[in-house]
Every structure is written in C-alpha cells, then in structure tokens.
C-alpha cells in the first residue's frame, strides 16, 4: 500500500504550468498542470542536459524544456523523436483537488549520489 | 469498426511519402495495399546516379525496406503491374490476375522515359535511364563494352554519362540543342559546363540529329548514325530524352488526362472523386513536376484529404535545379534566360570557373543561374519566391547573403571542399560528416529534418546555407519545399502573417479565440507559437488584450535569465549606463548578502549578477533597488552610449542625455525580438551605433539616425534612415520606427530581418514620407507603454506569478 505525501492544492499549480517540489536527499520534482487540470510530476531535469522541466512552456501533456527546447511528454518522461531519452516519473495522486505525492518513490528515485535512506 | 481500403498504384517517391504523411495523421483509418511494378521496395531514384558512379550502392538508397511496410501493416505486391480498374465495382486488377478492392484509389504512377521514336531503338543495348535495372544494365555495360553514347544534354543525360565515363567508358553526348541543360542553364554557363565536362573526358555533339540506331548481325547496337550521314561507335546507347507522365492506366480507365492526369488542389482526379493522384503522373494547374520537392507538398495535402481532415490545398511551386555530377556547383530557377523586359545583373569570371546571372524584372528578383559558386542559391532562390523588392539591396546581390558575414563555420562557404571533419554548426558541435551520414542513414530530405535529426543550423541559422548545400548533394535533387508562406509551427497552417492579421481584422484578444479562428491542430498550441501569438496580442490590442504569463518563455515569466544550471541572472538598468556610487554599494551588498558567484560587466554598459537562486530573486531585486533592466526579455533592452559632448574633446552632442531620454522613453517596451540602442556623440561612433537595431550618431549640425543594425550571427550594419536636427524629432522618429516594427514584426523577427523582409524603402515610406502615420505610430507606443509595470517591484500589474520562487511541499 503506497503512502502519499500531501504536496499542494491542484489549483496551487498554475494552469499549464509547474511547480517545484524540494527534497532532501535529491533534486527537485516538478509537478505539472495542463489545460485539462491533469497533473503529472516528473523529476525535474531534462533527459538532455538536466534544465529544469518546471520552467519550461507547458502545451497538450508535454512541456518544452527551457535550455535547449527538447519536448519532454509529461505522461512518460519521455523526449519527443528525433531525441532520446527519459526522465524519472514519479506517481500522482489527486483526490478531492489535493495532490500527493509517493513517499517511497520520493525517498527512492534519483537521489543524490551517497545519500540513498535504507 | 471495419477500416477503408486505401490502394496506391505505383510504389515510388511521391505515392509512398503520401502514404507516411498519412500513416502520421491517420494510422488507423486505412488497411492499405501498394502495387509496384519494380521488384524493389520504394527507392530514392534521384541517388540512382551515384550509384551508377560508384559512389553509394542500391542497399544505400533505399528509403523504405520491406520491413517498413510489414511494420505499417501494409500490403506489398513487388513486380506487379496493375493493368485495369473497374471504377464501378471499385476494384484494381494486376497483370497477373490479383484483384483488390478499394474505397480511396492513390495513382503514383509516375512518369516512362521518352524513347527517341527512330530505327533500331529496340536493338539490345539501348535503354532508357529511369530505375534500378537500367543502372544495372548500365553498370553491366561498361564491365563489358567501351563505347557509351548518350543522347540527351539534360541533367539526367549529363548524370548518366559522368557515370558511365567514371565506369571505363567512352561516352559521348549527343545533344540537339545549341547548348547542354538548356532548360535550366543560359548559353554561358551552358558552355562552361560542357567545357569543364570536357576536361573530364566526356566528348559531346552538340546540335546533332539523331536519324538511325545501327545493329550487328546478333541484334545488339554497334553504333549511331546522325542526319548528315556521319557515324560513331556505340555498344550502349542511353535514350535520356526526357520523361513523360505515365498515364496509360489512367487513360485506360477513362479519367481526364492532358499533359499528365488531372487533379485539383486537393490532388483529387478531376473525374472521380474517391482517386487520388500525386507524383510525376499528376498535371496540377497544366503543370506534371518532375522535382521531388513539390511532389513532397503534393504529398502532404493528398494525406489530409485521404485522412478526412480536408485541410490543406496544394497551390503549385516553384522548382530550382542541381545537377548531381560531383566537383560541378550549378544552379538555377526562375526565368534564367531574362528578355526584353528584364534587366541582367552578371558575373562572369571563366578562368576561375565561375558564372553568376540574376535577373531582374519590377524591382524583383525573377530568375538566377549559378555555375561554379552556388552557396547563394537557396538564398536568391527564397527571393525569387518571396517576389521581395530587391531594390536597397540591388548593388549587394550579386555577392550573396554571405557577403555580409557569417560567424561559427570558419568562414567555409563551400560544403564539397569541407572535410568531413569540419565543423558546420558551430552552435551544436555539429561536422560535415555527422550531417551527411544522417542525411543518408534516416533518408532526410528537407532543412527542417536536418535541423530535427542532428541540431545542425537549428540554433543560429547561419550555417544554413551550408547544411542545403550538404542536402542537394547528399540527398540529391531539389530538398527546399518552397512554400510561399511558411506555417508558424506544426499545430496550424497558418503563417506569422495571417495570425497577425486575424487578430487585427478580429480584434481577437485571447490565445483560445485565435486558436478557433484559425482552426488550430492543437489544443493550446506548442512553445513555439504560444509566445508569438501571446505577443501579437498585447502588441496588437495594448491595454485590451491580457498578457498571459503561461504563454512566455520562462525568462519573461520569471523576470531573470535561466541559466545552463537552471540559476539565473539579473541586469538592473542603468539609464544610458550610468550609475552611481550609491547603486553599486546596493549591488555589492547584494552580491554578498546572496552569495552571488560572478559579477560581469556587460557588452550593453551595465552589470550582470550570474548565478542568482530562483527563490532569491525577489530578495535580490528588492535589495538593489534598480529597475529591471528587462536583459532577458524581448523588448528595449539597453541604450548604450558614449560620454559624449559633457566630457569628451571630440564630441559634438550629448549622446549620454540623448540615450538616457531615449532608454526612459522606451523601456518596457515588448518587441517581436530583442532590441538594442546606442547614441554615439560624433561620428567616431564609440557607442557602436552602427550595428543596433536603431543607432543614433550625433554631428555637429544634429543627429544622424541609422536602423536595423545586428551585432549577432550575421554582422548587419545599420542602413541610414533620416537626418534630423532636434532630440525630440530623434525621439519621434526612432519610436516611430520601432511602433512599426512592434506592430509589423513577426515574433522572434530583428529588425534586421523585418527590414530585409519589407525593405528600407518600405520603412522609408511609412515613417519618413508620411507625417500622420509617423505621429500616430510614436502616440501609439506612448500609449502602450504609459503606465506599463516594471515586473520586478509591480508584481500584480505585471501579472507576475509570486507563487513560483518557493517551492512546494518541501520535504
């Protein structure tokens, strides 16, 4: 059973837009919102050079990265062909207009080198 | 529910990039079945005559293995031809008696050689040139036999013989024509080329009539006789005459045929609505293309009416030539030829083999014909298809876009002499070699493909012409899609033009209303045109339209410059960069307080803070205590200038008073781009006036203004505009100037290239010659900008979203 940590309000996050999530142990996650007040959370960097996702554009359920323009797809993490490569997704849970993030998943995925918790 | 049936006689170019375009935008909707008549999956016929050199092999053109159509789920008969259609029952009938059904029907059926209609043409050992087997035969020839004869001077004869000759053999070209390549070259380069071939080792007869093909006693060709009685030797004759559209099925099956069969704008036959037909077979307009480019677009509006989206209209092209033979540069399009009515401009240098003609008809660029140096064709080529007036720029022309400079590719201009190590794109770390090998491998076609696949010119754009050039000779034949209006992005049809326009007739005030107007693709557009349309409406309805955060690059949401570590920097203004004691304490306390990492001087007079913390942003603008200096917007960024007469024993006017007013006139205007002033005090020009985008130089009798300079990729010297006497006219005019840019820009458009796209003489027009127009400009930039916010203290009016420099949640 996932344990979910309460983050913001959905209406917190601007309509396609970003917000940032800090960590501990590990780089920033954001969470994202599109015009159909669908929310994902990625990590947030680039699969390219590591830019920071949340400040990019947000259009359909793909963000424009603001370094070098790559469209990372929100659903997946995934850069958009010709690009490859992918970005950590974290899971989402939305309920009654408040958003959650997975514990476990933030305590696990990508964290900084040395600084993994048992 | 049960798929339509899609059937495509003709497995060519033309008919299979169709069915890709439509695989994109419509997987689902077809079960689709492909007849070739060829036993090969679709090739690239243009590289057939590398191939026949030697240079790349049949493996290597091939566009689309058989795996592609199993992936695609498509039905594949190889070397069958199909020989009837039963319009009524819907059903396409193969030679072989395979019969399939259809509810959409695709002819791509291309186009046959023409054989010259002479005795002997049937003798073995004369062929046409127009596929795989003819190379084939070919290449088995000239293993065996010494003597080639190729009649026909035109590009594809020329690329048979150099083929031929580069195989072993003889090759002689028999031409009828005064000159070779005559529908594409004058006269000139016409003979340049042949004598350069001949240098080569080709022999031609030039003005030689073919009369009869001579056999030997075992039916193969032995030789060629003319008119006037005289003979040569020939084992192999190659008919490279011409091609004609195939249209002998379409003819069979009653559709309307005259030069090729006949479509409308949506590349439907003119005779039955559920047949399609694009590619060398199709006659648009009275016109059948031979070049693979406007087969392309023809193409791409075929898909979206086999999709049902039924957008998009094919409308014709225009068509530019490159001949394939390695080591000759050559170019043409347009009326090359000129006439009585037109004017020439030429340059001709036949020691150093090169040969340049443009020519002129009203002021505008109708036609060039390149030989020797063709790095500037795709530029005269876009001219010619802009029908831009061409007069401010009439004495630089001949020299070419590169004449004026480029930076990042060491000066190379000549993509074949490069190495393949040498670098191209010197934004991207981008090399000859990398970009021809994708070129190949992916089989790319257009600039924008390049630019996806390998980064190449995606940035700066100066090595442009470079990467066309590494496109005609990699890909071959003619890449550039030539349209005469250029979608904004992937999601609409419609270009900068028509948006801009909509939103000015429509007086349309949100992002969403356009988006329906113009029927966009997408649901909130893409990062690509959010902006620009964000931009054209707060420029076009000031104080009415809402400026819309979300739609705006991250550096104008966040009022900083992201940096490549996603920190930022901040450059407060210093009016007319000037400062202060008590400024720059403010700023080193900052530095210190905010443990700020690099303190820079800036090229525009002012200092950079690099390195700021997203979430000490607003700290650190409110512990300078300076307006922004909107460095990361596009807008008025900085008015450089000299001290001027206050303290200098040259000048001659007070440039620094004269930028500060003009930077307090004009800060937080929002442009299309960038935009950068200088005042210099004489014309010694310490300020550097000549490459801004409105450069003003003091002299004694008043000041002097200059536009549309650019100190960037390509170095643009500033075109003098007026001479004027007061500061306030300096004021009037330059804010005029900039009104007309704001409103008439296209979105990330300098004023350089607005003013290469409208011309000076434009410009000149509107805020020179007439005075009510030009006052009424400068009324409507004051009252844009009266009252406008300074974003880094005014955070409501500015509509700056507070809520993004702390982040949330924080574990």
């Known amino acids: 059973m996932s344990q979910w940590k309460v983050i913001c309000r959905v209406d917190e996050i601007p309509v396609l837009g970003a917000r940032r999530v800090a960590r501990a142990n590990g780089a920033e996650v954001a969470v994202f919102r599109n015009a159909e007040n669908k929310v994902f959370a990625l990590l947030d960097r680039c699969p390219h050079k590591g830019g920071p996702l949340s400040q990019g554009i947000v259009f359909g359920e793909s963000v424009a990265c603001p370094l070098h323009n790559w469209t990372i797809g929100l659903a997946d993490g995934c850069a958009r062909a010709p690009d490859v490569g992918c970005t950590t997704r974290f899971s989402v849970q939305v309920e009654s207009g408040v958003v959650s993030l997975d514990v476990d998943e933030l305590n696990s995925l990508a964290l900084y080198p040395g600084n993994a918790v048992a | ?811």
């Not at chain 2, 307006?627 to 960024?637: D, E, M, Q, T, V």
Request: net charge neutral.
């Open chain 2, 1 to 811: 529910m049960k798929k339509m049936k899609l059937v495509m006689v003709g497995n060519g170019m033309a008919g299979v990039r169709t069915l890709e375009e439509l695989l994109k935008i419509a997987p689902e909707l077809y079960d689709v079945t492909v007849f070739g008549a060829e036993p090969h999956p679709n090739y690239n016929r243009i590289l057939l005559s590398p191939v026949l050199a030697g240079e790349q092999t049949i493996d290597e053109i091939i566009l689309n293995p058989l795996s592609w159509y199993a992936e695609h789920g498509i039905r594949l008969h190889l070397g069958k031809k199909v020989v009837d259609v039963d319009r009524r029952r819907r059903v396409v009938k193969a030679a072989d008696g395979s019969e399939e059904e259809y509810d959409r029907l695709l002819l791509a059926t291309g186009s046959n050689p023409f054989i010259l209609p002479v005795p002997g043409k049937d003798l073995a050992g004369v062929i046409a040139y127009r596929d795989i087997a003819d190379t084939n035969t070919m290449i088995e020839a000239a293993a065996k036999y010494r003597h080639a004869v190729v009649i026909g001077g035109g590009l594809l004869g020329l690329e048979a013989a150099n083929g031929l000759m580069l195989r072993g053999m003889q090759v002689t070209v028999v031409h009828i024509m005064p000159w070779l390549m005559e529908r594409q070259l004058d006269d000139t380069a016409g003979r340049l080329l042949q004598k350069s071939l001949e240098d080569r080792g080709l022999k031609f007869l030039i003005g030689a009539q073919t009369q009869e093909l001579l056999g030997c006693d075992d039916g193969r060709v032995r030789a060629v006789r003319f008119k006037d009685g005289t003979e040569i030797p020939a084992d192999l004759v190659v008919m490279a005459a011409g091609i004609r559209p195939n249209t002998e099925l379409a003819e069979k099956i009653g559709l309307h045929v005259n030069r090729g069969i006949v479509v409308s704008d949506t590349m439907q036959t003119v005779t039955d609505p559920r047949i399609y037909s694009v590619g060398e077979c199709a006659a648009h307009r009275g016109i059948a293309y031979g070049l693979v480019a406007p087969l392309f677009e023809q193409g791409k509006v075929c898909a979206t009416h086999l999709a049902e989206f039924g957008i998009g209209r094919y409308t014709g092209s225009q068509t530019s030539t490159k001949l394939k033979v390695t080591g000759i540069d050559l170019f043409s399009a347009g009326n090359f030829t000129g006439g009585d009515d037109c004017e020439e401009i030429v340059m001709s240098d036949p020691f150093g083999g090169v040969y340049k003609k443009l020519v002129i008809k009203d002021d505008k660029l109708v036609g060039a014909c390149l030989y020797g140096d063709t790095v500037d064709g795709s530029w005269y080529f876009k001219l010619l298809r802009e029908g831009r007036k061409i007069a401010d720029i009439r004495d630089k022309l001949m020299f070419g876009e590169s004449n004026i400079g480029d930076t990042g590719h060491e000066g190379n201009t000549r993509a074949a002499a490069m190495a393949d190590s040498d670098e191209v794109c010197g934004c991207n770390g981008v090399n000859k070699g990398t970009i021809c090998k994708a070129i190949k491998d992916k089989g790319l076609f257009t600039l924008d493909e390049v630019r996806k696949h390998t980064k190449a010119s995606a940035s700066c754009g100066s090595c442009t012409g470079l990467v066309e050039q590494l496109l005609m000779f990699t890909a071959g034949g003619d890449y550039s899609k030539a349209p005469t209006k250029k979608a904004m992005c992937g999601c609409t049809d419609a270009s900068h033009q028509e948006a801009r326009e909509a939103i000015k007739a429509d007086h349309l005030l949100t992002i969403d209303s356009l988006y329906k107007r113009l029927g966009w693709r997408t649901p909130n557009g893409c990062a690509s045109c959010r902006p620009a349309i964000n931009y054209y409406l707060i420029s076009s309805w000031p104080k009415e339209a809402k400026d819309d955060p979300q739609s705006r690059y991250i550096n104008e949401r966040s009022h900083a410059n992201i940096q490549k570590d996603g920190t930022y920097s901040v450059i407060p203004r210093m009016w007319g960069g000037e400062t202060t004691a008590d400024e720059l304490r403010r700023i080193a306390d900052a530095v210190d307080k905010y443990k700020i990492p690099t303190v820079k001087v800036t090229g525009g007079q002012r200092i950079d803070l690099l390195g700021v913390k997203k979430e000490d942003l607003v700290g650190v603008w409110q512990d300078i205590g300076m307006p922004s200096g909107h460095a990361y917007a596009k807008a008025l960024r900085t008015v450089k200038t000299c001290v001027g007469s206050e303290w200098c024993r040259f000048g001659t006017q007070d440039s620094t008073q004269m930028g500060k007013d003009l930077e307090r006139a004009l800060w937080r205007m929002y442009a299309p781009h960038k935009v950068k002033l200088a005042v210099s005090g004489c014309p010694r020009n310490c300020a550097e006036a000549g490459i801004k985008d409105v450069g003003v130089i003091g002299v004694d009798s008043g000041w002097e203004i200059y536009v549309a300079g650019n100190g960037g990729i390509k170095t643009e010297v500033a075109q003098f505009l007026v001479k004027l006497k007061t500061a306030a006219e300096v004021l009037e005019y330059s804010g005029a100037f900039l009104q007309l840019y704001r409103e008439e820009g296209w979105y990330l458009e300098r004023t350089c290239h607005w003013v290469g796209r409208v011309g000076l003489d434009y410009v000149k027009k509107k805020i020179l010659d007439d005075h009510a127009l030009r006052k009424s400009l400068w009324e409507r930039l004051q009252f844009s900008l009266d009252g406008e916010p300074d974003p880094w203290f005014e955070f409501d009016k500015a509509s700056v979203d507070t809520r993004q420099f702390t982040p949330v949640g924080a574990l």
